[in-house]
């Protein structure tokens, strides 16, 4: 009996030891190799101050050296900082929470630095509330990243996104009283803004502009169902391939869209508010105006002005001082209205000055002025340039057109 107590003995040893061989050779078998990562690292951010243990400043150190994934969880109301932080980023990702109802980083004093420098891929900002930028809050260098919840007050820019940035996504952000909101130098790739808001913004909430057409590529931006009001404009695009899509625009006194250069869709926005221009496509090129609801706009509510190959198309326009007019466009590449509807303006309903548009299936009811109003243009000491639109099945509710201030049946210029 005891030898076989010592025999049982010996083999439990020898199976829990190659239990514990198992379990030590899975665990190593799952720890990171140098430069993988390690699994997700947490580190709390107590001090509102702008240096020492528990700053904001100290976190951003840790986590760009960390192994693995990082979170940075704020958990003080709020962070004045003195001097700019470490850029941000973490070969494996990072992601920044300010608990609620959001954490307050105030950055009056930074001079010409931003708020965070964000030159990792993989980031993301949630919860904060950044005020005061003397430069952009956010300059994004990178790629795959995304800011959600967050308000932006107060700054030169809101978010600055450099041309090797791409798969960017903005969305339920405020962005209040900035000088611009978001700013694109370029068609960044797989780019959306959903669902923020932008107010009183002194130069425009979106700013997408290229310096010069470039090459045109197959990436857009998309600004869809987000709000804009009482900024100097709305959306501004030059040069940039972009989609203005069900976004709600009030009280933009420069317009609540100016269009330069090629690429651009605005499509089933609403733009109203008093404002004295909606959407303006100026020097523009294969613009596509299409479905959007226009009212209570002062002067126009579509221009489109020294432009080629522009579409307007089933858009709606009421209560607005003029509906559509074209002015001076490329008369070998003209532009062309379809199918929209305008009611009641207070003034012309379609003016044409110097432009030889294609108007297909258009109405304008109850015109204060003139249904359709056509007139040449004549600079001074300059040629004539004529205005000569191609009319087809349009109802203007009106049997007569103004041509240089000359009345001539309505059926005379149809073809």
Known sequence: MNANKRIALAAGTFLLLGVLALLGWSYHSRQAAPGQAAGTLTVNVTSPNDLGPGTLREALFVVAAAKGKANVLIKTRSITLKTALPPLMNLHGVRIIGEPPGVEIDAQDLAGAPVFDVTGANTSLEGLVLRNCPAAAILLRAAYFHMLSSTIESCDVGVDVAENASAVLLEHNRFANDRVGVRFSAPNRDTVV??????QDKVAGVWAVRGDAGARGGSTITVRDNHFNGGRSGVVAGN??????????????????HLVGAGAVIRG?????????????????????DGNELEHLTTYAIMVRSSANALLRANRVHNCGYGIAFVLGDPLRPSTAVENTIIEPKFNGIDVI????????????????????????????????????????????ADVLQVENTRVPATARQQ
Not at 269 to 289: D, F, K, L, Q, T
Not at 358 to 386: E, K, M
């Open 194 to 199: 959903a669902g923020n808001t932008f107010m």
């Open 269 to 289: 926005n609403h733009i109203g508010g008093e404002a004295p221009m909606g959407i303006v496509a100026e020097n523009a090129r294969e613009a596509v105006i």
């Open 354 to 397: 110097g432009d030889s548009p294609i108007l297909r299936r258009n109405q304008v009811l109850r015109p204060h002025a003139f249904a359709l109003h056509v007139v040449d243009f004549q600079p001074a000491g300059g040629q004539n340039v004529r205005a000569q639109p191609f009319l087809e099945g349009n109802n203007f509710r």
């Open 240 to 257: 940039v391939a972009i989609l203005v899509e069900r976004n709600d625009f009030a009280n933009e006194p420069d317009g609540a869209v």
